[in-house]
């Protein structure tokens, strides 16, 4: 009896031993070493991280992780632009999925097809692979959809409470020019005869992602007024005569408590007010409310930091719980290069999301390791 009493305490203790070894503490620096834009970081199910971005080349590379901090390339696992491809280049935003044992790589690049030679022809594709490092294969003979406009920057939402799979993105500034009091203002003083903007949308997708279901609906777009609250922020662009354009772009979706969170960037992605707000909902197509308390990340030089041009963010949940907010920026260092950034955020009890960034000083993370 005692023999079996202490060969039961013996396996807890290994047990307890195994819990224990899955969660490093880990200390590390934003920026990290990665150069990407439109960052995202997947939790696969072998227990490892893996970061894809848009690089400019024809095509995605991958990093692999296992503790976040120490990043490995794995080299190009999408190759686009070739005789045989529906795109050509500007590969732009890629997130990849785990569903039933296969990887689903979402990305922008523009279309080959281009019968009236448009400058931005952008649509969105979806690649499918066996292991998060490739290699992606097209999984149709052309992009997800067409909706006679130029589109990047898909997100998806898998919805526990509907069933559903939803399909965000981003409609192009191109050719798209809005009326609004800040167009108004923007000619008045003679910066710009009109002011283009891009939205966000949202559709149901077909389950077999090989298109989508019913008409997209619009989620989030700049404001009208010059006296919304979120007028004066997502007008940077324009206000300092930087471009014609107003972004609302890069969103990313996720639910909390019953109550869905997007988050978008708005402004010029190259310049030093690119930058991220977010609105909720209580259904995923709306209709969403922006937050009063936008933007929740942005450049930090005038409290004295050197980072700037925050934006395009995805959140990562651990399996603890614990959430991180995932994006690109610049600093004086990487002059226009954009470089990766993790920093801690949260959902307050009140409901208010809150970003801890940026930040570049050192960070401690207990990240939870292998499978």
């Not at 790589?105 to 009236?116: E, G």
């Not at 960070?363 to 499978?371: A, D, E, S």
Request: with cysteine; aromatic share 14%; glycine share 10%.
């Amino acid at each position: 009896m005692k023999i079996k009493f202490i060969s039961i305490i013996t396996i807890l203790l290994s047990l307890w031993s195994c819990n224990q070894s899955r969660t490093k503490e880990i200390t590390y620096s934003n920026p990290l070493s990665v150069s990407f834009g439109d960052p995202y970081i997947l939790a696969a199910s072998d227990g490892r991280y893996y970061m894809y971005g848009t690089s400019g080349e024809k095509g995605f590379r991958a990093y692999s992780s296992d503790d976040l901090t120490d990043w490995k390339e794995e080299g190009l696992v999408y190759q686009g632009g070739t005789d045989q491809s529906w795109n050509v280049d500007c590969f732009w935003a890629p997130e990849v999925y785990e569903r039933g044992g296969k990887y689903y790589l979402w990305y922008s690049a523009n279309w080959k097809q281009n019968p009236t030679n448009e400058e931005e022809n952008f649509r969105i594709g979806v690649a499918v692979a066996d292991k998060p490092t490739g290699p992606f294969k097209d999984l149709n003979d052309g992009p997800v959809f067409d909706p006679g406009y130029p589109v990047i920057d898909a997100n998806l939402l898998f919805d526990d409470k509907t069933g559903k799979v939803y399909l965000y993105y981003s409609r192009c500034c191109y050719k798209h020019p809005v009326e609004s009091e800040i167009a108004s203002l923007a000619k008045e003083k003679g910066w710009y005869d009109e002011i283009e903007e891009s939205w966000i949308y949202g559709v149901e997708l077909k389950p077999d992602y090989s298109g989508i279901i019913g008409e997209p609906k619009v989620m989030l777009c700049p404001p009208a007024s010059l006296d919304d609250k979120q007028a004066e922020w997502e007008s940077r662009s324009v206000t300092s005569q930087e471009a014609n354009r107003r972004w609302t772009e890069g969103s990313f979706i996720f639910e909390r408590n019953g109550l869905y969170y997007m988050m978008y960037s708005a402004n010029f992605f190259g310049g030093a007010d690119y930058a991220v707000g977010y609105a909720t909902s209580e259904s995923p197509l709306g209709p969403f409310k922006k937050s009063d308390h936008n933007p929740v990340l942005q450049k930090n030089i005038t409290a004295g930091g050197d980072v700037t041009g925050t934006g395009h963010n995805m959140v990562l949940t651990l399996s603890d719980g614990q959430m991180l907010c995932v994006y690109h920026g610049r600093t004086k260092k990487t002059g226009k290069n954009r470089v990766v950034f993790i920093d801690k955020m949260e959902v307050q009890p009140n409901g208010e999301l809150a970003v801890h960034g940026p930040t570049t000083q050192a960070l401690t993370l207990n990240v939870p390791v292998g499978k």
